[in-house]
């Protein structure tokens, strides 16, 4: 697939916008891959709209041709789609007990994920305790003790002659005469949905405090899972979703139907049948695993570090001749932000004190910046070159042109000319560093 893929790059043609046509062979693509991986039909179909809405008339990046560049929003509106950063189960503080109930179909995960889970809130510092639930799968039982003896977390059981919903009420009433503060409730599931399950679930759901449901998914399921999901969402709510088994071979578009179909967060993903082998789900990780390009990203990732490299690089170059101007301050800053490491850079100049490093440091301020980006686009364009100082009445308009104070203006020239002499003493600093020689 990702040969298709390169051939398709490599008719398209350099050019500054994506045209609907360069949206619509790239996306032919990405349609396949989404397909390919198991992604709801339906899901792919919406998908693949909402993104060549947003595609056609972007810009191209610079070292991107047209298909990398729709890879490029693709992937980016899949980690959205997915959820953008982790999502952690919300636990209740101090000794309040949460209640988590795990649901599912038979054989997605859910006993090994409850002891997985189990784990993971131990070493929280959390106290669970551990319900059994299913009363029907011969040996269920037994499968969560040793479970949870493999944790070091103790099980609750009433053997397999009560009601479901009459062992959680126990095991909750356990836990708080015990001092635990999260019982999770691993209950039965069933080979298909049905309503006996739905039933189970829903009347302990009417009659324990449960403030977490948590939907346990194969991802090999596949398609299968939207259905599942939507159906558990619809019938008795869920809060979030445990994706198990992907450390096989499935490219996991299961992840991206059901957080497109539920809209709830996916919470970890199971990566083996270990106790250990739970971890957090990272939506950008997950999209580039559904949509299998690796490669295209990480040319992509150097693309977009490329384009970074070359305005410094620019900015170095005019630096060398001296010719800072307040453009270059404004981009200097805003190269300063991305950087993060602003006060580590600082540091390490010589004759740069707290205070002035403070004041600078302080002007990479979201609000701030904005202010002098205003005031650096009220001057002409001999004002922003920054070869001659600034009479009081120039200063005047810019600050009414900006919307600001004067004594803003003033700060912004002390600052730009605090910069500039900066930028003289290390012309290497805002290149890669690393010509920089101690700062690499
Ligand atoms: P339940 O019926 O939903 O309780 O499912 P179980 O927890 O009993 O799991 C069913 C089978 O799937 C067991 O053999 C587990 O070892 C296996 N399993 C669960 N999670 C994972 C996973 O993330 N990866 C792999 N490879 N196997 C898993
Ligand atoms: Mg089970």
């Known amino acids: 697939l990702s040969e298709k893929l390169q051939n398709v790059f490599k008719n398209l043609r350099r050019k500054g916008r994506l045209t609907e046509e360069d949206v619509k062979a790239a996306l032919k693509e990405v349609k396949l891959a989404l397909l390919e991986a198991d992604v709801n039909f339906k899901v792919v179909k919406n998908f693949v709209k909402s993104v060549q809405e947003r595609a056609v008339g972007s810009d191209v990046m610079n070292g991107l041709n047209p298909g990398q560049m729709v890879i490029k929003i693709v992937n980016e509106e899949m980690v959205k789609l997915m959820g953008s950063e982790t999502t952690e189960i919300a636990l209740k503080p101090g000794i309040a007990i949460t209640v988590i109930m795990m649901a599912g179909l038979q054989g997605a995960g859910k006993t090994t994920t409850t002891a997985k889970i189990a784990g993971k809130l131990k070493q929280k510092g959390k106290k669970p305790l551990l319900a059994a639930c299913d009363v029907y799968r011969p040996a269920a039982i ?37 001092g635990f503060n999260v019982v999770i409730l691993d209950t039965a599931g069933r080979l298909h949905i049905d309503e006996e399950m739905m039933d189970e679930l829903i009347e302990i759901k009417e009659q324990v405090d449960v403030s977490q449901t948590i939907l346990v998914v194969d991802s090999m399921t596949g398609q299968d899972a939207v259905n599942v999901a939507s159906t558990f969402e619809e019938k008795i709510g869920i809060d979030g979703v445990v994706l198990t088994k992907l450390d096989g071979d499935t490219r996991g578009g299961a992840a991206l139907s059901i957080r497109a179909v539920t809209g709830k967060p996916i919470l970890y993903i199971g990566m083996g049948e270990k106790l250990s082998d739970l971890e957090q789900f990272y939506p950008d990780r997950m999209a580039s695993r559904i949509l299998g390009m690796g490669d295209v990203l990480t040319l992509i990732e150097k693309a977009q570090e490329d384009l970074d490299e070359t305005k410094a690089a620019e900015m170095e170059k005019r630096l060398r001749k001296a010719q800072f101007t307040f453009d270059d301050y404004l981009e200097s800053m805003n190269q300063m932000k991305k950087m993060g490491g602003l006060t580590s850079i600082l540091s390490m100049m010589p004759g740069m004190g707290g205070s002035q490093m403070k004041q600078i440091e302080d002007a990479v301020d979201e609000k701030k910046m904005a ?70």
Do not use: C, W
């Open 142 to 178: 037994a499968q969560l003790q040793t479970n949870g003896e493999k944790q070091g977390v103790e099980v609750f059981s009433m053997g397999d002659s009560h009601k479901p919903v009459n062992i959680a009420k126990a095991a909750v009433e356990h836990a708080s005469k015990n």
């Open 371 to 440: 202010r002098i980006e205003a005031m650096i686009y009220s001057m002409t364009a001999r004002e922003r070159s920054g070869q001659d100082g600034l009479s009081p009445s120039r200063k005047r308009r810019i600050a009414n042109g900006a919307g600001v104070d004067i004594s803003d203006v003033n700060r912004l020239v002390k600052q730009f000319d605090q910069m500039k002499k900066m930028m003289k003493q290390m012309p290497g600093m805002m290149g890669k560093g690393k010509r920089g020689g101690k700062f690499g």
